[in-house]
């Protein structure tokens, strides 16, 4: 079932998207080559605890940190560690989920480190304009596979696949509601988007071929090809005429 946000719900939502921008501001200011995964959980969790937030992810089905950190090849759910140092030239893919009394916001970004190829500078660019492609479809009266079909269209004419294995999702007192959010598929299918809707978009983009595999560790999910992977994501609402997006700072909302 698609639960509908009352306004007193959406408020909320927007005090943990809020926390979960800031807490991807900071990460940003502090990635550079030489800093280790973890100390960029350590900040994340800093600043969400610091909100008065809980970190969504942790402990969530059995993950160990508050954010997931995913290098290059590696697509989502990389474990943050003492060991996992990053490079100059390395693309580097944030996700930050944020509890913020009793509702979540769910948000993800990829970046460079230092100087990036040209390549993966524009994965980066196909799968954040991917996302907003797909949101572009974000108002009532739409199908929600309106928005799958924008992102993989998008993202097959710029000659990368989407991952099929993984999905976004509704969002709200669960990180993960329904429905799912595939980022692939025809248009003109599964439910009426409406008024109140909140829903969590996020493109996982591979400059290679779709499939993935999930490491030993139970979570580290990586492109099968090694092909590089990017990642974007934004928790949004419906409004009356469009979407609003929940995880960003202050009045930096485009009306849609
Ligand atoms: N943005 C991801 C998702 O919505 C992050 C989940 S990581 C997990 O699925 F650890 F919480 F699973
Ligand atoms: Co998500």
Known sequence: MISIKSDREIALMEEAGRIVALAHRKVREAIRPGISTYELDKIAEEVIVGEGATPSFKNYEGYPASICASINNVVIHGIPSKKIILKNGDIISIDIGACYKGYHGDSAMTHGVGEVSPKRLELMRITKEALFTGLSYAKPGNRLSDISHAIEEYVLAHNCSVVKDFTGHGVGRKLHEDPMVPNYGAAGHGPVLRKGMTLAIEPMVNIGKSGVRIMADG?????????????????????????KILTIEGDENVKK
């Open 219 to 243: 979570w580290t999910t990586v492109t099968a090809d090694k092909s590089d992977s990017a990642h974007f994501e934004h928790s949004i609402v419906i409004t009356d005429d469009g979407y």
